[in-house]
């Protein structure tokens, strides 16, 4: 199993959650965060300030997936988050040992 993490554009978390639609992928997790990369920010101006904004509003995605949908559920989030801008996010992929369902204490993949 494989737990994958998307930071992207709150703009485009609709076109990535009706993408992983389409591909069976219904299970996720949805964070608002904060932070900075590559953009480093932006300058705005308010009442006639000009100002540094070093932290830009995101949103995190996370999805477990089974190994063997890992990598099309990968591209799917790419190509749904892509403006082709900087600030489109990063996606992280790592192993997941166990996931456990609560409610019925299943386990593996039956529990995803």
Not at 98 to 105: F, G, L
């Amino acid at each position: 199993m494989k737990m994958i993490q998307a930071i992207v554009r709150h703009e485009k978390l609709g076109d990535v959650k009706s993408a992983l639609t389409e591909i069976g992928v219904v299970g996720l997790n949805v964070t608002e965060i904060q932070g900075r990369g590559v953009q480093k920010g932006q300058t705005r101006q308010w009442r006639g300030a000009v100002y540094d904004v070093d932290l830009l509003p995101k949103i995190k995605l996370e999805v477990v997936v089974d190994a063997g949908i890992a990598d099309i559920t990968v591209d799917t989030i790419q190509k749904a988050a892509f403006t082709g801008n900087i600030g489109d996010g990063k996606i992280f992929v790592w192993n997941v040992e166990e996931v456990i369902r609560v409610r019925t204490n299943e386990r593996g993949k039956t529990a995803i």
